[in-house]
């Protein structure tokens, strides 16, 4: 196998796709307080301090971001918006725990748009493109290896998820078709891909997955690329909602006071 490459953090440059969807960056502090404590809210849950279900502090993120709780609340308002954070009264807001017909509608969604930009990408991609996608998914599936043998901590398997939606939206940007990279980077589609494998663990894969699928979008191979895109997203949907039962089966009240201590925010 061909060697990883080590600079894992945002390997596809500092303005990467991937990068933006999930970190604050240097501009970021240009930006309205409510934009940076969005992307810091978002920073916990996928760096796994706020795992699925975890309850969330308006007062003590304010004075952990040193804000006041106008911004904060804001961003709350925002990630519950799109997905990620769900509110109740008397109950208080957490980290989304979705019902096995949400996460099936969420891998749906990703079907559609990711298909898609496979069937776009092996139209449209350069052959310098093609190449560079190969080589993406050797380092993709070789630190997805090392994620599962090592039990790596979770600063790495951030730098490792960032650089597995880096190249999803690599093939979203060889499909030549901005709206649709867009939707998906919108729809948070990779995103909830991420949270499942950080509040679950990594499922285990095959060895070659990402080369596979890869092979099928530039090269032509069976059974194309709309197919093995198709199977390549719904890998592991059974796991995952078997995993989510549990949570959506405690009540919310109860979980609130015993989440408390496993992922207060300090």
């Known amino acids: ?6 600079s894992l953090v945002y390997p596809l440059g500092g303005d990467s796709a991937g990068a933006r969807m999930v970190s604050a960056k240097k501009g970021i502090s240009e930006s309205s ?30 004075k952990q971001f040193h804000m006041s709780l106008v911004p904060v609340a804001q961003a709350i308002q925002r990630l519950e918006i799109e997905g990620l954070l769900e509110s109740r009264p008397r109950a208080g807001t957490r980290v989304k725990v979705p019902n096995s017909a949400e996460v099936r509608a969420r891998f749906e969604l ?9 069937r776009l990408c092996a139209l449209r991609a350069t052959f310098a493109e093609r190449m560079e996608l190969k080589r993406l998914a050797v ?15 979770s600063d790495y398997r951030f730098a490792v ?40 663990g990594r499922r285990a894969l095959p060895p070659s997955f990402h080369q596979d699928l890869i092979a099928a979008i530039v090269d032509g191979k069976p059974p194309g690329p709309e197919e093995t895109m198709r199977a390549h997203v719904n890998f592991g949907l059974e796991s995952v909602q078997r995993a989510l039962g549990p949570l959506n089966a405690v009540n919310w009240r109860v ?12």
């Open 255 to 266: 979980k609130r006071s015993s989440l408390a201590q496993t992922n207060r925010v300090e």
């Open 110 to 118: 990703r079907e559609a748009l990711e298909c898609q930009s496979a």
């Open 161 to 200: 998820n960032e650089y597995h939606v880096g190249l999803h939206m690599q093939i979203a940007e060889c499909a030549r078709s901005q709206l649709l990279k867009s939707e998906i980077e919108k729809s948070h589609a990779l995103i909830f891909n991420w949270l499942c494998d950080t509040a679950f």
């Open 1 to 6: 196998m061909a060697k990883t490459d080590s």
């Open 33 to 62: 307080l409510a934009e940076q404590a969005y992307h810091r809210v978002l920073d916990l849950i996928l760096r796994g301090g706020l795992g699925v279900g975890a309850v969330l502090s308006r007062r003590k993120l304010a």
């Open 139 to 153: 380092n993709v599936d070789a630190l997805f290896a090392k994620v599962a043998a090592d039990g790596v901590d």
